[in-house]
């Protein structure tokens, strides 16, 4: 396993829509265990594949117990509606108010190939919008309401430190 380099915003790279995974083998293991360490050292709840510069429908999302792989992702259903604070691994340092369903159902392909269904809420709802729009060539920037202004996050991160 390896950290692979996670692009910013600038790269066009992002902005492009990535291709469908047609082989599930060890190139496509390694990239999935790469891309799970990857978000684990980067602290963040989900990667996809574009992020780290492959255009292939491959998203990882830390689901808390364990990191749920997402090949040939779609949205199957969705309800309700959340509005909160989103960032983004290629966006650092910019936070913004972004409404995403509150529930969200995916179908999915495993690292071999077969289809299964996940359903998450509130944050994983989130991050399974967020993560798969990447897959599309689309950022969390291109739908946010407002940024968060530098004296918000950092009052949200006092708050942070007060709770710890």
């Not at 799970?36 to 992020?51: M, S």
């Not at 529930?103 to 944050?123: I, N």
Request: net charge negative.
């Amino acid at each position: 396993m390896a950290l692979r380099n996670i692009l910013t915003e600038e790269d066009p790279t992002l902005r492009k829509v990535s291709r469908p995974v047609t082989k599930f083998d060890d190139r496509l293991h390694e990239l999935l265990d790469d891309m799970a360490e990857t978000l684990e050292d980067a602290r963040g709840v989900g990667l996809a594949a574009p992020q780290v510069g492959i255009l292939r429908r491959v998203v990882v999302v830390d689901v808390g117990e364990e990191i749920l792989e997402l090949i040939n992702p779609e949205i199957i259903s969705e309800s309700g509606e959340q509005t909160g604070l989103e960032g983004c691994l290629s966006v650092p340092g910019k936070y913004g108010i972004v409404t995403r369903p509150n529930v969200v159902k995916v179908r999915a392909q495993d690292r071999f190939g077969a289809w299964y269904e996940a359903e998450g809420e509130e944050l994983i709802a989130r991050a399974f919008c967020h993560e798969l729009e990447h897959l599309d060539g689309h950022l969390y920037v291109d739908k946010v309401e407002r940024f968060l202004t530098q004296e918000e996050l950092e009052e949200l991160a006092n708050e942070a430190e007060d709770e710890a």
